[in-house]
C-alpha cells in the first residue's frame, strides 16, 4: 500500500459523475463540485427533485450545501455521457435468503456503460465482494458500452468509508483507499481523489485488495460487538453488569472498547455476509464470521424475550402488554430505516398482539407505517406504559426524556445502551440494560 505524498490536481475542467445520490453518493457529489463541473445522477426522480429543491431525505447534507452547490441534479441517463469519471455508490444489500444483492450495481453498470464517454475511468465505491468489480460489473461495462478496458476506458474502486450522521469523520476528512485497473488509471484516481479531500490517499496493490479491505473493515466490527453481544448475555446471567466490566476493562492500554447491542443497518449487517458467500463459493466455510453473524441476529429474540418475561413475572400475557418503542431508524442520529433491527423486534411484539407505540423524532412516518403498521408517537404524547424500551438513544431522548412520565411505576424500563443507568440508579422502576 502506498500513501499519496503529494496533491497533484488533475485539470478541473474534468466532469465528474456520481450515481446514486444516497448516504454515500451525495457529500461525494457535492465535495467534487467544489472543484468541478459534477453531475449527480440517480434513477429516483423523486429524490432529484427533492435534492433541486435543497432537501436531502439522509441529513447528510445541510440545505445551504444544496442550495449553494454547482451540482447538476438528474434522472437523465444521457448526462454521464460528458463524464470524464463517473463514481458509482448504489446500495448492494441482501436479498430474503442473505445473498449478496448486486442488481443496483448492475444496473448501475448497464446505464453507465450505454453513456461511457471515450478514455473515461469508471470508479466502484459500493461495498462488494472481493472479484466483483472485474467479475461483474467490468464484462456489464464493455457489453453495454462497445468498448475495451484498457484501451476505450478504465476502472477503479475506491471503498466508501461514510458514517451516517457523523459530522466529524466525513468524506473529505476520512483516508481514502483506491485502486485502478492498471498503473496509469491509479495514478488518475489517485490525484483525483487527493484534489479534494483533506486526509491521504492510499493505493492499494489491487482492485480485489481494496474490495477485501472494506470488507475487513465492517466485518471486524461485526466480530467484535457479537463479542460483546455473549458477554452481556453470559454476565446477565451472572449478575454481573456488563458496562461495569467494560470500565474497568478499558484502564488496560491495549483493550479495545466496544459495546454490545443491535447490529443493524446497511454495513455492518450485510457486508460480512459477502464474505461468508464468497467463501463457501469456493469451498471454504468462515465458522468464526457465521456464528458471529448468528450472535448478533439473535440480539433482536434475546430483547423479546426478556418482555415475555416480564409479563410472566406480572402474570400478564403480551397480548395485554402497552409498550413504548423509542428509536426505530438503525443507528443514532440518522433516518435510515434499512436493516433496523428495532423493526423487527416491534413486529415480533405486534405479532404476540401487544399494543406498541412509536416514537423516533428522525424516521419518516410513512415508511414507519409501511414497514411496522403503526404510525409514529411524539416523546410528548406517549402513554405511560407496562414496557419502555429506548432502543436507539437519539440525542433528542437523551435530552428530554423522562423515563418515569412514561412508564407505569410497576412497569420495565429497557434501556439498550445504558443512557440513563446513572439517572434510574434509584430503582423507581424495573431497570434492564444489556
Known sequence: MKKNKERSPINQDKVIGVVGLGYVGLPVAIAFAEKYPVIGYDIDKE????LKEGKDETGEVAQEQLSRTTCVFTFHDQALSICDYIIIAVPTPLDHELNPDLSFVEDASKRVGQQLKEGAIVIYES????????????????????????????????????????????????????????????????QLYASVLTAPVYCASSIKVAEAAKIVENTQRDLNIAYMNELARLFHQMDIPIYDVL?????????????????????????????IKKAEQIGYVPHLLKEARKVNESMVQFIVNRVEQFAIEHHMTIDKLQINILGITFKEDVPDLRNAKAIEIVNQLRRKGATINICDP???????????????????????????????????????????????????????????ADDLADKKLEYWTL
Open 127 to 190: 461495498t462488494v465482494y472481493p472479484g466483483a468489480t472485474e467479475e461483474v460489473c467490468l464484462p456489464i461495462l464493455e457489453k453495454y458500452s462497445g468498448k475495451k478496458v484498457g484501451k476505450d476506458f478504465s476502472i477503479g474502486y475506491s471503498p466508501e468509508r461514510i458514517n451516517p450522521g457523523d459530522k466529524v469523520h466525513t468524506f473529505k476528512t476520512i483516508g481514502k483507499v483506491i485502486a485502478g485497473y492498471d498503473k496509469q488509471t491509479l495514478v488518475a484516481i489517485e
Open 47 to 50: 429524490k432529484i427533485l427533492a
Open 247 to 275: 470500565e474497568v476493562a478499558k484502564t488496560k492500554w491495549n483493550f479495545t472498547p466496544f459495546v454490545p447491542g443491535l447490529v443493524g443497518g446497511h454495513c455492518i449487517g450485510v457486508d460480512p455476509y459477502y464474505l
Open 362 to 420: 428522525w424516521a419518516d412516518a410513512n415508511e414507519v407505517e409501511v414497514l411496522c403498521g403503526e404510525s409514529l408517537t411524539p416523546l410528548e404524547k406517549l402513554p405511560r406504559a407496562n414496557v419502555s424500551m429506548i432502543l436507539v438513544p437519539h440525542q433528542n431522548f437523551c435530552q428530554q426524556l423522562n423515563p418515569l412520565t412514561i412508564t407505569k411505576r410497576d412497569g420495565l424500563f429497557i434501556d439498550l445502551k445504558a443512557t440513563f
